[in-house]
């Protein structure tokens, strides 16, 4: 896993990692820029897909299509909807369900996709590599939903977690996992906190965003330092 390409949905999620890696080449394929980076004797390949799950799953097969990508992982930042996680807490998933995929007409459960199933699994060494990474602020391995929805209403996050037994939403990790599945590359999803829905949670999310951003960096690169 030495060649390993990096997905963010935002500029800022993108900027707190470009700080602590050396840029050696940058590139455009169709509209996204790419950043190629070395970092000890590891290539990794930054950039920042824009919002949502088609962006994300866009970004990931041009990855796969164009860059000869060992592994690849998503980091950024997340919505909170599970009492066991805070603000700049981190989460790292052991699997992803896309929780508005809903086929339920046709005797599916929600978040079923076929020929893919409900739930798609990290891979299993990168989330044993992260679940042994010692931070300050405290690590969760759990589940991630996504959807094409900024989650702002508490009963909303409610339901999620409920339903899928979610630790936090965001809108892009599910979609690259679904890529990276039916392309056989292994994967792992990355998220720092930088709210909770209440009614209110764009406020706290850009109060936060570029803390958790950080957060989420400083244990990107902890992680990379471990995979071999």
Do not use: W
Request: hydrophobic share 45%; glycine share 6%; aromatic share 8%.
């Amino acid at each position: 896993m030495n060649r390993i390409g990096i997905i963010f949905a935002m500029k800022e999620e993108l900027e707190a990692t470009l700080e602590k890696l050396e840029v050696i080449n940058e590139f455009k394929i169709f509209d996204l820029d790419f950043f190629e980076c070395k970092y000890k004797d590891k290539t990794c390949v930054l950039v920042e897909c824009g919002i949502g799950k088609v962006n994300a799953a866009r970004c990931s097969q041009i990855l796969i299509d164009n860059l000869e990508i060992d592994v690849i992982l998503n980091v950024g930042v997340a919505g909170g909807i599970s009492s066991f996680v805070n603000i700049c807490d981190v989460v790292v998933a052991d699997k992803l369900v896309q929780h508005d995929f809903d086929l339920r007409p046709f005797d599916y459960e929600r978040g079923f996709i076929p020929k893919v199933g409900k739930y798609i699994n990290c891979d299993e060494y990168l989330v044993k590599l992260a679940s042994e990474i010692n931070i300050d602020n405290k690590i969760s391995i759990g589940t991630i939903a996504s959807g094409d929805i900024f989650v702002t209403e508490e009963m909303m996050g409610k339901k999620i977690n409920d339903k899928f037994s979610a630790l936090c939403v965001e809108m892009e990790g599910a979609a690259i996992a679904q890529i990276c599945y039916l392309s056989n590359v292994p994967f792992l999803v990355i998220r720092s906190i930088s709210d909770s829905p209440n009614g209110n949670n764009n406020i706290t999310f850009d109060e936060f965003l570029d803390q958790s951003s950080k957060m989420a960096a400083n244990f990107l690169i902890q992680l990379l330092n471990k995979i071999n």
